[in-house]
């Protein structure tokens, strides 16, 4: 029987070289993938954000346009109709006297006197509850879809004389929306001159 040797002579034998850099290779291929993984998982969540914000804005744009309403008295079925600063007052409550007793916590109409306050109205009142005014509440707008909570508003009266005389009323509209996720929430304002 024939003895066959097989070792290697030392110009057949490899250094491993091929496998160190294929390791390596497999690694950074690795982190692309995760950090690609990654980023893509980021933009989902920013989109996700960016729509449901927009989402939340579009409701507070309705929601002015309801105070608007409101202001106006477009709705022959209000329960009010607005006229100068009656029925404002400093609480933002009980201010309608058209209301039932029952109602008389969510009128929203908001006055801070000739002086004005050190803070806004707008500012330290309660926007999740009464005070606030339920979009809808007083011009029968249909409940707006896919929002945990309908957006909410309340209105400033102010007086402004003029140098000449008369008076001149404005409003300024402070509306609270909240969009899919109840986390998001925009706060729009605007002053309006009916």
Sequence with gaps: ??????????????????????????????????????????????????????????????????AERDILGAVPASARSLSGLTGFVADCGASTAANTPADTADDGLCYNGAAGYANPIWSTVNMTAAPSVAYGRFTNAANIAGLPVQPRYVLEGIRRTPPGGGQIFYYRITARAQGVNGNTVVWLQEVFSP
Excluded: W
Aim: glycine share 6%; charged share 20%; net charge positive.
């Design 1 to 66: 029987m024939k003895n066959h040797d097989f070792s290697l002579s030392p110009q057949s034998r490899q250094s491993g070289a091929a496998l160190i850099t294929g390791l390596i290779f497999l690694v950074v291929l690795t982190m692309i993938g995760i950090t690609s993984a990654r980023m893509s998982t980021l933009e989902e969540r920013m989109s996700g954000n960016m729509r449901d914000r927009s989402i939340a804005m579009q409701a507070a744009e309705l929601a002015l346009r309801d």
